[in-house]
């Protein structure tokens, strides 16, 4: 549950009588653990009293903070106690007796709840103190003015709200002044509480950078403490005069407290050299007003001095420890030097994500910075970038290639997800033109800082090695393993005997079944499948080095996991019935029960329609109806104009279950998301591995379902990625959201245990993959490398081969490192070489490409087109011809949308080599989008039959038309023909993977003609926004200017009726 730093600070508390802090943290997992099994209804609520109880350890290191001066021992002890009180508050709302809350803060009491917080924020755990604030009870009823008031201040301070308690602080002081002041007791206490509001007020002003207070808030902390209580001293013991334990402790709490967070103000950041002063004070204000803290992993990546101008980084942080957060502060650098800022994701939905982050970290309205994901808006004539642009790799490459004079103010490319640089499962083209795009970044931009960012690589100090020798300057490795959010992992697991008992069962059924109806079936009977019904258990690892293979043990704990069983299922083989995992349906219970007990869950699957029927089953078995907010009404709204009628939707209207994957359109997805945010709003999503690296959606509970998926090539099974593993499982609990969350793995095939005997080895392997030592599983590698091994193994006419040497034969000699975009003698393949002593190994492989590379030469293509061809990864001699289909087509080339359409699609009917080589990555989707078999090919028909329905799409006719254009039978009775499975192949892929990118390089060709003085009716508004439009759905460049200028209209078939 806890990363190695975190640990490492629990195991730092001082040691107590039979309380050994080394155990803290298997100790405190173990407690969360039982407490998630009792929350899912698998474990009684237990009343066992150990000798160090949660509320014994609580008490004891929450009475250490308030008495220790040392920050040593007050730090840990602070987190120890603060991690047991929020273990405990679960604990209590789980029982949830109705008993009356007592008040918060009086003279004689401080609530643990708040308390937990204090300590929290002593220890510098954020995240914890956000979610410990967010289980405060405060309500102005049952307790005084005053105390409502701390208990806001102390909520406000945990979720840096500081400008709020400034405000609130204005109120009290005039309040204040009207208060009867008598002398007794009670106005010794409301003195006392509201010296401390005074201070926290204080404290919120300091942290803002707002100017010197008049005393400092930790010497009104003291002083309170210092009256709170009295103690006279005497020659025996020292004697109580009188003592306030409520204002004592919380005084206490608040000096620790201070301490833990005045060192960690964002205001306290010094201008970095170069850097505007005017635009960082007004950017560090306007951010601390949301994010007032820096946390301690990012603190030591600002001293290692990362976002100086001039240092470039590799810098490795565990997923959700705020690489984004942290990596703002190396951009408002850059911006505050009148530079630009590139952001590259691999994804599509992630490219969405941080766009979205960003905007909100630099708007436009307060620092007049642009945030833009508008890729394809860039292929356009003297295209000037925004302040900060977002794009995948292949997006980047593209426009280094198209246009590089847009990065000549570019100071900062940050690579998000870098471990994706290195190939992945044998393929290789996305790593490749992402390495591509690093090398030609650097001939483009060679005075630009990099920021590399991952939570998976190994090598991060060898790969900044090298990005420092590419650069010619500083590139620093900082790899910090601390994460301000954290995860009890587990696996979902059975009983050895009741495995063999339900199995027994099944078989006995089946052969009754058999001898009542003469006849021996082939597969398992349904009566018999009902048979295989058993109680799911777990199995928690208990710390991230629970597997001590020397002496062979493991710090791990089982829980029966829910109170009911689940269904396995089981197929028939020689030996007798092989029992299957059935890891979507177990998944889907335990989701059910989850959701029933308040925890918000996200399913992983494996296969999208498995998100969409899971989503469905358990939406089934809730029976909740979720009511729409009035803006997710404009959404619905939109949504039913778009797809044509409601019943086309892959998202239920109400449903309490929601599914998002790839085959979603975009709208329903953002409905998808904002539904499971919000509270009170659906209670589970069912998501794919692949669209995790862009979703945001902090879980209570996250569930895999399944660790392997179908295999392609082979139509086997092949496992998860490590990577895919860990940054699924990172959806549980998010900094800022939740700090702690459970992970549940469903595993292939199931798994057993029998009782009190050693795990097996297939056990510990899958536990392994859930909590390894660290994340760091990924080793960056170079593409390139594999390209020159195939080379060199004389496998020429591979396509990634073919797509190498397509991107080097026009941009002259691929070894003069001068004069090429890609200068490959500089690459981290060749490094590598260099550095294991194969240098003449990489020259010779170098020279063996060089001459595959003149061998494409054809000096009738000019450096225009060979641009084009580079980035197209195209045979330059297709472009040519594609600008001889231009030129011979003058004086009757399209002047329309919809007759660029057609003329595209007959120019790849006549050009089978082009046709092959664009559509090659989206043929099964072209082949699904007119209803012919995935594994067949593109022919003429098949690429004609595209044109009807993507004039329907540009004319702004809904899904369901553009599926009846298609062929498709979107009123059919069928859920699946129901959804229009055709026309979300054509507008979620094909489209924008396929034509939009083709009619790009249209534009560039027929722009490098120039043909518009020899055909009047030829439009450069209609050929400049061909991609554009094809993408977006216009078949006119003033619908879609208009698209543009009118964003609050949120579908496609509104815009186009709006516009009419």
């Given at each position: ?271 970095p050299q170069g850097c505007d002063p005017e635009f960082w004070i007004q950017w560090i204000s306007f951010r ?489 599983c990924v080793e960056i590698s170079d593409p390139l490398g594999i390209i020159l091994d195939r080379i060199s ?268």
């Open positions: 549950m806890y990363d190695p730093v975190t640990a490492a600070l629990l195991r730092s508390a001082p040691e107590l009588p039979n309380l050994n802090p080394t155990d803290l943290p298997q100790l405190l997992t173990s407690h969360y653990a039982k407490i998630v099994s009792t929350r899912l209804g698998g474990e009684e609520q237990s009343n066992n009293q150990d000798e160090w109880s949660l509320d014994k350890i609580a008490d004891t290191f929450e009475l250490i903070v308030s008495v220790s001066e040392d920050g040593a021992i007050r730090r840990p002890s602070a987190f120890v106690a603060a991690s047991a009180q929020l273990i405990i508050a679960r604990r209590q709302k789980l029982l949830n007796d109705g008993e009356e809350i007592p008040i918060n803060i009086s003279r004689d009491r401080l609530s643990p709840e708040l308390a937990a917080v204090l300590l929290f924020l002593s220890s510098e755990q954020y995240a914890d103190a956000h979610e410990a604030a967010s289980q405060i009870s405060n309500q102005s009823e049952n307790q005084s003015p005053i105390a409502f008031i701390i208990t806001n201040h102390i909520i406000d301070l945990a979720k840096g709200n500081l400008s709020d308690i400034v405000v609130r602080g204005e109120a009290r002081a005039v309040e204040l002044s009207r208060i009867a002041v008598d002398p007794n007791e009670d106005t010794a206490t409301l003195v006392m509480l509201h010296s401390l509001a005074q201070g926290i007020e204080f404290a919120a002003k300091s942290i803002l950078g707002l100017g010197d207070q008049q005393q400092s808030p930790k010497f009104i902390f003291e002083k309170v403490k210092s009256l709170s209580a009295i103690l006279s001293e005497s020659d025996t013991f020292p004697r109580i005069e009188y003592i306030y334990p409520g204002i004592y402790h919380l005084s206490s709490l608040l000096v620790a407290a201070y301490e833990g967070i005045s060192e960690s103000s964002l205001t306290n950041l010094p201008v601390a007003n949301k994010f007032p803290y820096v946390w301690p992993n990012h603190r030591k990546a600002l001293d290692e001095g990362f976002h100086n101008s001039g240092v470039s980084a590799v810098m490795v942080l565990p997923t959700g420890a705020g690489k984004t957060t942290v990596s703002s502060i190396k951009i408002a650098t850059v911006l505050g030097q009148g530079k630009k800022v590139i952001f590259l994701a691999p994804t599509h939905a992630l490219v969405e994500q941080l766009t979205t982050d960003l905007q909100e970290m630099f708007p436009k309205d307060i620092l007049g910075s642009s945030v833009s994901s508008d890729f394809d808006l860039l292929f356009r004539v003297d295209t000037t970038l925004p302040e900060i642009e977002v794009m995948t790799p292949e997006r980047c490459l593209a426009m280094l290639s198209f246009s590089p004079d847009s990065f000549e103010d570019v100071g900062l490319l940050i690579f998000d997800e870098c471990h994706l640089l290195s190939p992945q499962s044998g393929r290789i083209r996305r790593s490749l033109d992402s390495m591509l795009c690093v090398l030609a970044f650097n001939k483009i931009a060679p005075d630009a800082d990099t920021l590399f960012l991952s939570a998976m690589v190994e090598n991060g100090q060898e790969f900044a090695a090298w990005v420092s020798q590419l650069l010619g300057r500083s590139c620093i490795s900082v790899d910090l393993l601390w994460k301000p959010s954290r995860q009890a992992r587990g696996i979902v697991i059975y009983k050895e005997g009741e495995i063999e008992a339900i199995k027994i069962r099944a078989l006995d059924v089946q052969r009754r079944m058999n001898k009542e109806s003469g006849s021996a079936a082939a597969n398992l009977r349904a009566a018999a499948s009902r048979e295989l019904q058993i109680t799911p258990h777990a199995i928690w690892g208990l710390q991230h080095n629970w597997l001590d293979q020397v002496n062979n043990s493991a710090a791990c704990s089982f829980t029966k996991l829910i109170d009911g069983p689940v269904a396995l299922s089981g197929a028939l083989n020689e030996y007798g019935l092989a029992i299957k995992p059935n890891v979507n349906n177990v998944s889907a219970k335990i989701a059910e029960i989850s959701a029933k007990n308040n925890l918000k869950t996200i399913i992983f699957v494996n296969q999208k329609s498995h998100a969409i029927s899971t989503a469905k089953n358990i939406s089934n078995s809730l029976s909740l109806n979720i009511l729409p907010t009035a803006q997710e009404n404009l959404r619905w709204d939109a949504l039913e104009l778009e797809l044509g009628d409601l019943k086309h939707s892959l998202i239920i209207k109400g449903n309490a279950a929601v599914p998002h994957n790839a085959s979603m359109l975009r709208m329903e997805r953002e409905l998808s998301e904002h539904m499971y945010k919000r509270e009170g709003g659906a209670m589970v999503i069912v998501a794919t591995p692949t669209l995790a690296q862009g979703l945001n959606l902090p879980a209570q509970l996250a569930i895999l379902a399944g660790d392997k998926r179908a295999e392609v090539e082979s139509g086997g099974r092949e496992s998860l990625e490590a990577h895919e593993l860990l940054n699924a499982a990172a959806r549980a609990g998010r900094a800022g959201h939740l700090a702690n969350g459970i992970v549940l793995l469903v595993p292939e095939p199931a798994l057993s245990f029998p009782e009190n005997q050693q795990l097996d080895k297939r056990v510990v392997e899958k536990l392994q993959a859930l909590i390894p030592e660290d994340d760091h193994a004389g496998n020429t006419a591979d396509k990634d081969v073919v797509y190498m040497v397509n991107r080097l034969a026009t941009l002259n000699d691929a070894e003069n490192d001068e004069n090429t975009l890609f200068s490959l003698g500089k690459s981290f393949a060749a490094y590598r070489l260099r550095g294991s002593g194969e240098e003449q190994r990489f020259k010779s492989q170098l020279a063996e490409l060089t001459s595959l590379v003149a061998a494409e030469a054809n000096d009738d293509i000019d450096q225009a087109l060979s641009i084009l061809a580079s980035q197209s990864g195209l045979p330059p001699i297709v472009i040519f011809r594609l600008k001889k289909k231009v030129e011979l087509d003058i004086g009757k080339l399209p002047s329309s949308i919809s007759d660029w359409v057609t003329w595209l699609i007959n120019w790849l009917t006549l050009d089978i080599d082009a046709r092959e080589l664009l559509l090659f990555d989206t043929r099964s989707s072209i082949l699904g989008a007119t209803g012919n078999n995935k594994s067949g090919d593109i022919t003429e028909q098949v690429l004609n039959d595209l044109i009807p329905g993507i004039n329907a799409w540009i004319f702004g006719l809904p899904l369901k038309d553009i599926e009846f254009a298609l062929g498709g039978e979107p009123d059919s009775n069928s859920q699946t023909k129901k959804s229009c499975p055709r026309a979300r192949e054509l507008v979620g892929t094909v489209l924008p993977r396929a034509f939009s990118f083709i009619m790009g390089l249209v534009t560039r060709v027929v722009a490098e003609v120039n043909p518009y003085e020899m055909q009047e009716n030829l439009s450069p508004d209609v050929v400049d926004c061909l991609s554009t439009a094809i993408r977006l759905g216009y078949d006119t460049p003033q619908k879609l200017n208009f698209a543009f200028s009118n964003p609050l209209i949120l579908s496609r078939v509104g815009v186009h009726r709006a516009y009419s």
